[in-house]
Nanobody
Framework: QVQLVESGGGLVQAGGSLRLSCACS??????????MAWFRQAPGKERDFVAR????????YDTDSVKGRFTITRDNAKNTVYLQMNSLKPEDTAVYYC???????????????WGQGTQVTVPS
């Protein structure tokens, strides 16, 4: 069983930055073995892929929406994954979710474990 707890959300003006954190704990395999990802869900919309990172630090992003502005990293010693978000835009407003699985891609279907989400609001 994997437990994920997100933090770091809030209200930030357009052009500002936030860093989200996702703390992982597990009673089985170590967190470092898991692919970790960030998804986001705006009101009335589906949950969309933002970025993922594998055990070695190889990362992929939703290129159209966040490439060049968001960076996903992980600190395996702290069992924590981060999402650094720069140059935030009103369209980045959403609940951001951390997810984990032994092998996950860009689909929500690929992840068995989810955090409770953290709200990010960028006023227009």
């Amino acid at each position: 069983q994997v437990q994920l707890v997100e933090s770091g959300g809030g209200l930030v003006q357009a052009g500002g930055s936030l860093r989200l954190s996702c703390a992982c704990s597990t009673s089985g395999r170590a967190c470092r073995n898991y692919v970790m990802a960030w998804f986001r869900q705006a009101p009335g919309k589906e949950r969309d892929f933002v970025a993922r990172i594998n055990w070695s630090g190889l990362s992929t992003y939703d290129t159209d929406s966040v490439k060049g502005r968001f960076t996903i990293t992980r600190d395996n010693a702290k069992n924590t994954v981060y999402l650094q978000m720069n140059s935030l835009k009103p369209e980045d407003t959403a609940v951001y979710y951390c997810a984990a699985n032994l092998g996950g891609g860009r689909s929500t279907m690929g992840y068995d474990y989810w955090g409770q989400g953290t709200q990010v609001t960028v006023p227009s």
